[in-house]
């Protein structure tokens, strides 16, 4: 076949070139104001708020305006002492000569005519100006603020949504320790030793990664927690591969949401992903883009990756210096065989972590609805593997134990063996009529839920689809279980609320 060059030219490369940022309403940016003069006019509560954020950030801020228009909000913030700005009321109006050497100016003005001469006198001396309130007068906005200094986010929505920008700090703040702080100026200090020790590219983004893990993990960045950066510097200068390790992630059940704040940071720090196939697109979109993502999924009657091989991988990977998550579907330690990965990882020495996801079951209580351990109908709650790796049932299972009338046994990967499940059960002293729940898929779109006795539960699962990601729940408990639960879920329909149904039978 026939090569075909590409043609030359900037036009060319850059119809080729992907755009790595949208569209932006905004230009975020960080302005340096320490030592800066800033105009500012008006003495009402929206000004004395942005005074105070001006004056925290440094500036000198001369506010002009008659004494008798100074509200009380703005006389406190006055009063206030600030480390390095400070604010200076004039007594008078704002006039022309005001804004000469000026680095921003800020008014807020009750009438669009004044905010217009503000705004034009502002713009003739070449000063950035807002007008509080007045987008058509504004050449900057305030943002809404997280601040956990020398660390600041700032969040804009182009004036269009306050409220939706300060629900989003909320969100943020939650996210944010308040020892942020102190680990972003230890930052500062250990920044000169990185630069000098490490190179360019993998050995100083390892750094920077454990860092910022330990700086939302540990509590506080005190003297051992400084010299710990520092020898690892010092590790990562004499062995770029010292930084491998390996953490196990749960994913859970299978919606995003549901992950937990950790794993979400680990997968944002992931050098190489190992995942299985259960873990949703959703999920993996959450990490860092680029990180190298590989497949080593486990299914039931399907072909899979050997354990041996995902334990090799691992340790590969980690001895090359990467930082490897391991992504598992539900949490880590039920039935996840992560005890042969850690043994593995250990006996060669690689630093391993646990971050614990939500086991399915817990996704399977919330989906239906009931408490797994109501005290008024189970004293406990078991979890129990469906098959063994011969394909079959466990041989070792001791079905009288898991026979009993007031626990809730949950039957993880079950989905072939259910009929079998039923008749052992039954064969040792459970009711028929033992309310059973049934979920497929749990958390996903495709979520089917179904209700009904264990002597039914074969058909159940069969009609549902043995080859999903099955999940059996079998006890009182699921007497409880209200039609709502199942709507829009799939749900079988037999013809009565399985509320009233089940929990008849279930007080029997």
Known sequence: MKSVSQPSGLAETSRQRPQRMGD????????????????????????????????????????????????EEMRTVLALPFPD????????????????????AVADCESDS???????????????VNVIDKPRFCQFRFGTIVNRSPVVVGISTDGAAPILGQAIRRRIETLLPATLTGWARMAARVRAEVMDRLAPGPA?????????????TRRLPDAEAEADARRFVQDLANRPQAGGRVTLVGAGPGDAELLTLKAVRALQAADVILFDDLVSDDILELARREAKRMLVGKRAARESCRQEDINRLMVQFAQAGKHVVRLKSGDVSVFGRSGEEIAELRAKGIPVAIVPGITAASALA?????????????QSVR????????????????WRALADDH??????????????????????????ETPVA?????????????????????????????????????????????????VGHGEIDRGEAPSSRLSDRAAG
């Open 114 to 128: 004044e905010a217009q001469a503000f705004f034009c006198a502002a713009r003739a001396a070449g000063v950035p």
């Open 24 to 71: 932006l309403a905004t230009l975020p940016v960080f302005f340096d104001l320490k030592g800066q003069r800033v105009v500012m006019s008006g003495g009402s509560d929206a000004a004395a708020w942005k005074a105070e954020l001006l004056a925290a950030s440094g500036a000198l801020v001369d506010l002009y305006g008659p004494a008798d228009e100074i509200g």
């Open 366 to 378: 919330a989906g239906f609805g009931v408490s797994l351990t109501h005290r008024d109908r189970a």
């Open 204 to 216: 100083r983004r390892t750094f920077w990664e454990r860092f910022s893990d330990d700086a939302f």
């Open 438 to 486: 049934v979920a497929a898929s749990i958390s996903r779109p495709d979520e089917t839920r179904a209700v009904g006795r264990l002597d039914e539960l074969g058909a159940i699962v069969a009609r549902i689809g043995v080859d999903r990601p099955i999940l059996i729940g079998v006890g009182r408990v699921f007497g409880d279980v209200e039609a709502a639960a199942l």
């Open 85 to 104: 700005g400070r604010i200076r009321h004039h007594d008078r109006s704002w006039s022309l000569d005001v804004f000469a050497g000026a680095a921003l």
């Open 407 to 432: 626990a809730t046994t949950i039957f993880y990967m079950g989905g072939r063996m259910a009929p079998r499940i039923a008749a052992e059960l039954m064969a040792h002293g459970l009711p028929p």
């Open 383 to 398: 979890f129990v593997t469906g098959h063994s790796q011969k394909g079959d049932l466990p041989e070792q299972t001791d």
